[in-house]
Each structure stands twice: as C-alpha cells, then as structure tokens.
C-alpha cells in the first residue's frame, strides 16, 4: 500500500507546525490562511488533476493566462501542469476546442466571446455538429481598436465614418477593392467593425468586402495594401502607427464604453468531469486579473507580454495602451484613456448574461444565427457566472463587489442606440443595416 502524506505535510505544514499553531485556535487558522489558496482546497478536496491546455492568440488581453503562467499563480491553486499554447489563429482555437486535449487539441481557452456560443451551436464546427463550452469568466473590457491606412491619412477618420464612406464610394468606383479586416466571423472584431460602418451608413456586406486575417498577420496585411481598415487588440494597432503604415480611428470603447470583450471558456466536457480543477483554474485567471488591474504591474505585465513565448513584439509596441495612454498617430493623443483596457475594475471579470445576449443579438442581425433564435436558452447552458460567485467568494472578493443580477441593465452606444436585454427584438428593429429582421 502506497503511503500518503498528512494532509498538513502535503500542504506545507509540518506536525511541529502545527502542534505549536494548537496552543491557540486563532494561531492554526492563521496559519492554515497562509498555506491553503481557498477553502475547498484547505479541506483537502483539491483538483482531480493537475493539468489543462489553455489556448490563446498573441494579444495583450490574453494578459491574465500569461501573468498567471509566469507568476506560479496557476501552480498556487494545484494546477501546476497546465499549458498556455499558442494558437495561430481563432479558427485553429476552435479546431483545438472541438478537439479537446484527449485528440491533441487544447481544454480551453483566452476566446472571443461570442465564439463558445458559436461552437456550443454548432453554427461554426464541422458538419455542425456542437461542442459544448462553459464561459466562466470575461477576461477584459474595452482595449480594441479600428485602424485605417495611410492612404486616408488626410481625412483622419474617427468615429464618423460618412466621410470614410465618401472615400470608399470613390475607391470603389475606380475599379479597386475596399476590404475590412476582421478576426474571425461573428467574433468581436466583426460585431465592432460592423457596428461602425453600419452607423455611419456603410453596409458590411454590400458596400465593402470583409475579410478574416488572423490578428499578429493585421500589420503585414495592411502593410501590403491588403485591407483599407481592420479591428482587432492591441499591440497591432500600436505597431502600425510605429511601423507607419496607418493610424487608430477609435477605440471600440468609443463606441460602447465598457464593453465586454474576451473571455475565459473551457470544454463542458473538462469542467462536468473535473469541477475542481475547473474552479481551480478560473481563481488563478481572476487572481491574474486583478493582478494585472494594478497600475503599478502594467509595465511589467507589458513586460510579459512582449516576451518570445506570448506575444513576441518590442514591448514599446505594448507599454503605452496598456497604461492606458492612446496616440492615435494623427496627432491626438489621450492620456489615461477612460477606454483603457480593465481586467478586473468595473466588475470586468464578470461574465454577465446580458452581455453575452447583446453578442447573440448582434450575431443574428447578420445571419450567424437564425431570427427568432433561442438566445437566452443558449445563455443558460453557456455562461457559468454561478462558478465565477463561487470562486469569487472563496478568493475573498468583497460581497459588494460580486454582482447578485445577471444582467447590467440597458447598454447605449455612441450612435444612440440602446439595447434593452428585457427587448432584443426592439434594439435589432432600430437598426437601420442588417441582414436578419427581428
């Protein structure tokens, strides 16, 4: 028979540790507070496994998986066996997914957040067939951003884009193609992009082609005249003003501020099979965002996320935007930007359900989904905000500071429109540009 270690020896506490913590009761618990990462851990019901795939892509919102990597902070909650992989693109994430780490894939995943709800349909896998996914944290709000080329320079687009569809119009009638480049299809960067084309009067799927380019392949495309505008996360955007090839137009926190962007996702399959481990490895993300809040962390956060193995650029390209200062590269530049990317402020971390109907409702204006589709039904076998108020509390996150509504109540946009998550169908009505009626 194998001989197993004292509960107290395995956690870092030894016998004469403990005698000595006994005199008083305070003592131990005091002790026990330092040695033990939560409660489920300290009583010995720790993660079935030691080991998870994590995917990401080369962006600095991804920041939380590369902190909690370097900093031991997954190690902390006993998951000292997981791998932070490269993904050479979101479709290659999603193979992975579907995949899951028993074919070679990956567990989970830094994601845009629309994309688990896309693959938990079906609506974007092979043969259609579903691969169910469990939300269980947002990874971050605000910090992308809509760049345009050089050759609009002259017009420094922003917000506006009638002038920008002038000059489309133009081009267009020339003979040349106008493209928009976006990351993945009824992602974020789609929805974003769409958003701002479509209120400034430009329709996405008549007037300008879009087109998928992998986010760390943005800068060469645009270098080499393949797209007129593009959205994805930084550091891209911050390059292509270094590389003076184009300019940011807009954060996408410009146009709905403090809006949800990644999240945190992992296989239903993972988290059904092994719950702790699962919570074990989404404390560890929400240690690493509130790590990676603080101000006084971010250049070394930038630090991280310049290195080879992450994200694998000049840390100039990331420092500024991610202390949140913006040279657009048209001459303004805005100092501690309210649009700065937040990993844990604003109740960032918190995967409310309104916001993952807002992405549902946005994917359905432009056909990812059917009209009429079940949405919230969706939501509820999707989004695991229940793991997050668990994990919350076990972390010792302020009762104030664990939301108690599933929803964030109405939204509204920089064009006026509000979506009301009681009344999708109005919002959806509203919109002039579309595709899906509601």
Not at 24 to 40: H, R, S, V
Not at 402 to 425: H, L, Y
Request: proline share 5%.
């Amino acid at each position: 028979m194998t001989k197993t270690a004292h509960p107290a020896r395995r956690n870092g506490l030894s016998r004469r540790q403990l005698l000595k913590a006994g005199a008083g009761t305070a003592a131990l618990l005091a002790a026990a507070k330092l040695n033990f990462p939560a409660g489920a851990f300290a009583e010995g019901a720790g993660p079935e496994v030691k080991a998870a795939k994590l995917g990401f892509i080369a962006l600095t919102d991804a920041s939380p998986l590369f902190v909690a990597k370097e900093k031991g902070i997954f190690a902390k909650y006993g998951m000292p066996d997981v791998e932070v992989q490269k993904q050479a693109s979101w479709g290659t994430t999603r193979d992975n997914l579907v995949l899951g780490s028993e074919g070679n894939g990956i567990d989970g995943a830094h994601i845009l957040t629309p994309m688990p709800y896309l693959i938990s349909s079906g609506k974007v896998t092979q043969n259609n067939q579903p691969t169910p996914m469990y939300i269980l944290a947002r990874l971050n709000l605000n910090g992308q951003c809509i760049s345009v080329g050089k050759e609009y320079a002259d017009l420094k687009v922003g917000l506006d884009t009638a002038p920008f569809k002038v000059a489309l119009e133009k081009k267009k009638a020339s003979g040349k193609a106008i493209k928009a480049a976006m990351t993945f299809p009824g992602g974020t960067h789609d929805l974003w992009i769409r958003y701002w084309l479509a209120a400034g009067g430009i329709d996405p799927d008549k007037d300008i082609e879009t087109i998928v380019v992998p986010p760390a392949q943005m800068v060469a495309n645009m270098k080499v005249g393949t797209m007129d505008c593009f959205c994805v996360c930084e550091p891209w955007n911050l390059q292509l003003i270094h590389q003076q090839i184009g300019y940011t137009a807009l954060t996408t926190g410009e146009l709905w501020d403090k809006h949800p962007e990644k999240s945190f996702a992992l296989r239903a399959a993972y988290v059904d099979k092994y719950p702790r481990a699962a919570k074990a490895l989404l404390m560890a993300v929400m240690e690493a965002q509130q790590y990676c809040e603080k101000m006084e962390n971010r250049d070394e956060v930038a630090a991280i996320c310049a290195k080879r193995q992450w994200i694998n650029v000049p840390v100039e390209d990331v420092a500024d935007r991610m202390k949140g200062k913006f040279d657009y590269g048209t001459g303004r530049v805005v100092e501690n930007s309210p649009q700065q990317m937040r990993f844990w402020k604003d109740q960032a971390s918190y995967p409310y359900q309104s916001h993952d109907l807002w992405f549902i409702t946005e994917d359905i204006r432009w056909g990812k989904y059917e009209a009429g589709f079940d949405a919230k039904s969706l939501i509820a076998k999707v989004n695991r905000e229940d793991m997050w108020r668990e994990a919350a509390k076990e972390l010792g996150v302020a009762a104030s500071d664990i939301p108690t509504s599933t929803s964030r109540g109405k939204e509204t946009f920089f064009d006026g429109k509000v979506f009301d998550p009681e009344d999708p169908a109005a919002y959806l009505k509203s919109l002039s540009i579309k595709r899906v009626d509601a």
